[in-house]
């Protein structure tokens, strides 16, 4: 195992093409679909958080109980719209790039929108009148109630971002593992590892571990005194 292990490592150290490939094709799908839903969730958790109205206690419900919706869900419901005979098999999206960031924006969005509601749900009440009183409107009253928040904000970014560079189900569904095009870091590990090629899937683990330790520090650590 130690063996295994020292060549794993050598992987990564020497810049093996197949293993530098799919680690920053990971990070490209993850950072593009989370950057996607984050566009998406801003604005709704900034509008429930500010706005009372019938139906938003519904809303969040459903916000929460998504975070926690299974990934092979949402593959099979994107492959549903996708797929061939499907609404929008006339796309080509099927086993490409576009259908893997689709189906982790769709992962990440109620992740991003849920923990953003309850950052910005926390602020001072009396924020948005003193700023009505000052004459601060539009974007840049909402623009500095984020910021007031911006800690949890960037949280509930991070947080999101680590719920789809782990993911397996959405990557396999969606992408079909093919090489040099939709391998994934998740992908290609199950995929070595049947195959008994435990240096590669080794060497891939090894970089998700540290992906995941990043994010992990500047969640409890970076941000703390931001």
């Given at each position: ?27 490209r ?5 989370t950057v ?8 709704l ?152 090629n ?29």
């Amino acid at each position: 195992m130690g063996g295994v292990f020292i060549r794993a490592v050598e992987l990564i150290l020497k810049g093996n093409r197949e293993v530098l490939f799919i680690a920053s094709t990971s990070l490209r799908f993850a950072l593009t679909s989370t950057v996607l839903a984050t566009v998406c969730a801003l604005p709704l958790g900034l509008f429930l958080s500010l706005s009372p109205f019938k139906g938003k206690k519904l809303i969040i419900v459903l916000m929460n109980s998504l975070m926690a919706l299974p990934t092979v869900v949402i593959g099979l419901l994107v492959y549903s719209f996708i797929s061939k005979n499907a609404p929008f098999g006339n796309l080509g999206l099927l086993f490409s790039p576009g259908a893997i960031i689709i189906g982790q924006l769709l992962l990440a969005f109620p992740i991003i929108a849920s923990l953003i509601y309850s950052a910005l749900s926390n602020r001072d009440p009396s924020l948005p009148e003193t700023l009505d009183t000052l004459g601060i409107w539009g974007i840049r009253k909402y623009f500095i109630i984020i910021m007031e928040a911006k800690t949890a904000v960037l949280s509930a970014l991070l947080s999101g971002f680590g719920r789809v560079i782990g993911e397996v189900g959405v990557s396999m569904m969606l992408g079909g593992n093919i090489r040099w095009y939709t391998r994934t870091i998740t992908t290609t590990i199950a995929l070595e590892t049947s195959k008994g090629n435990f240096e590669l899937a080794l060497a891939l683990g090894i970089i998700l571990i540290v992906i995941s330790l990043s994010i992990n520090f500047l969640l409890h650590v970076g941000f703390r005194d931001a």
